[in-house]
């Protein structure tokens, strides 16, 4: 408890001096300083802080108001750790933010950061863990890349121009064209699985990894995806996807199907004639596992 008491004195004897970078990190599942954080943070925005790290192991209280650290214009990379529950402003100023690091236990309001990072030009990191939910954005001058894992799915989506207003909002990914998408289902989706495939028909890339059995053809809504070049399957041999969706892609010019059923991964080059009956579109089929 001294610690934290001269924490409180040098911050009182610093007056108004400008503090460029505050960092804690308590280890200790005894005494922790969530007691202090809400008033260091009053102290350390005041004086134009630009680097904060705010990690606690523990938390004598289920939640912290950090409502000031979102309205820190000076503010160039936030790091948020800790057992806790955090709940996002509606009202954020963060106009020289970089890096948003938050893990925490439960998180509010999530939307209010996604409209953040919409209109921001500076974002080039974002991480977002708590729950089960894990969402992490990377932009530099290359590619956008955003992932999002949760129980059900996980979604890795890259693209090479900077549309962040679209990567962010689901119902805007209709928009999205030239996109490589990489998905994960772990468990059978039903309708969502098919509403999240309706949301993406112009994307040129599309690796598919369904884990969760075999999709009943009856249960299939599948868009036509009429911009997709290349297709990567991982399904089971008997997966009705590895028939259904390369026939719903026109301009399909790559395809290449694992069989997570089959434990060897040796390469295997077939005839496209007897897998499909518009095969002639196609230049490469690749095979991975058997599928007699």
């Not at 309706?198 to 369904?210: A, F, W």
Request: proline share 3%; aromatic share 10%.
């Amino acid at each position: 408890m001294k610690f934290y008491h001269r924490i409180n004195i040098f911050l009182g004897l610093r007056g108004t001096q400008k503090i460029t970078s505050f960092h804690v990190q308590c280890n200790s599942s005894h005494c922790c300083c969530s007691h202090y954080v809400e008033e260091w943070i009053s102290e350390i925005v005041a004086r134009r802080v630009e680097q904060v790290n705010i990690s606690l192991r523990t938390s004598h209280r289920s939640d912290l108001n950090l409502h000031e650290l979102f309205t820190c214009t000076t503010i160039v990379n936030l790091k948020i750790e800790g057992p806790f529950e955090l709940s996002i402003p509606y009202i954020i100023v963060l106009p020289n933010v970089k890096s948003l690091h938050i893990k925490v236990k439960v998180c509010y309001a999530v939307k209010n950061i996604c409209n953040l990072i919409c209109q921001s030009q500076a974002f080039e990191l974002f991480y977002l863990k708590y729950c089960l939910a894990e969402l992490t954005l990377v932009r530099n001058s290359r590619y956008i890349r955003l992932i999002n894992r949760n129980q059900l799915y996980d979604i890795d989506l890259q693209y090479d121009y900077d549309y962040i207003s679209d990567i962010m909002r689901i119902h805007r990914w209709l928009r999205i064209n030239k996109a490589k998408v990489y998905l994960t289902v772990h468990f059978d989706m039903g309708e969502t699985f098919s509403h999240f495939l309706h949301g993406i028909p112009h994307v040129e890339c599309l690796s598919l990894k369904y884990c969760s059995g075999d999709i009943h053809p009856s249960m299939l809504d599948l868009p036509l995806f009429k911009n997709i070049i290349e297709l990567r399957l991982f399904v089971k041999k008997d997966d009705s996807l590895i028939m259904e969706l390369p026939a719903r892609c026109p301009k399909l010019r790559v395809l290449e199907v694992n069989n997570l059923d089959d434990r060897q991964r040796s390469l295997h080059t077939i005839s496209v004639c007897s897998l499909f009956s518009e095969a002639c579109r196609l230049i490469e089929v690749n095979i991975k596992g058997q599928f007699t």
